[in-house]
């Protein structure tokens, strides 16, 4: 069974990333990877907008450059639009001046949206040490704690459910995902993960 919670191992390897929020409130930080995309976008904004919470979204800007109007939709109803990267590039085998780049040619596309937040997540969570301390000038890179699995086909709706509410605590950066392969598991999971983690008293914000 795959893991839901983060290592604290993985985590103490790269410290200066963000995988978790220091925190004194009970509150939990949702994060979507992969759009802007009219398939599964939408229905997590109806979703987020039905509770009222507030998520983040790393957005690929080849979608942001496809579908600015999603975007333009998300920014009005409150949330925060990141950087991850612009054609979805691994940078494990990426050298580090295409991914730079690639980083860059995102932020193009992302800068009529954005807050002055620069955030940045990299793609599958695979970035060399060199991509690191470059990328670090000007961006606060942002894992997660929780990685819900919503994107494979092996994880079943319930389970996807169960291990990310038993995975979640005060300061969670949760990783859901706003691309087709998550589609069946994020239709059920986000309405009921948001619904319970309210009944607990979480506050959902913003990075």
Request: with cysteine; hydrophobic share 35%; glycine share 4%.
């Amino acid at each position: 069974m795959p893991l839901h919670k983060t290592p604290r191992f993985l985590r103490a390897l790269y410290p200066g990333l963000t995988w978790h929020k220091r925190t004194d409130k009970k509150e939990v930080f949702l994060t979507f990877d992969d759009g802007p995309i009219p398939e599964l976008t939408p229905f997590v904004l109806d979703t987020l907008n039905k509770y009222d919470v507030k998520a983040t979204f790393f957005c690929v800007g080849d979608n942001l450059r496809k579908h600015g109007d999603i975007a333009q939709r998300a920014v009005e109803e409150g949330h925060i639009l990141a950087n991850h990267t612009y054609n979805h590039l691994n940078g494990w085998k990426t050298n580090n001046l295409h991914y730079a780049s690639n980083i860059e040619e995102c932020a193009t596309y992302l800068k009529p949206f954005s807050s002055n937040k620069m955030l940045f997540r990299p793609p599958y969570g695979m970035i060399k040490r060199s991509q690191i301390k470059e990328i670090c000038q000007n961006y606060e890179i942002v894992m997660w704690d929780v990685l819900t699995w919503d994107f494979s086909s092996k994880m079943t709706p319930e389970i996807c459910l169960k291990n990310s509410l038993k995975a979640t605590s005060d300061g969670s950066i949760i990783l859901f995902h706003d691309n087709v392969k998550a589609e069946k598991n994020l239709n059920y999971t986000l309405p009921r993960y948001i619904d319970e983690l309210l009944s607990q008293g979480f506050l959902f914000n913003t990075l």
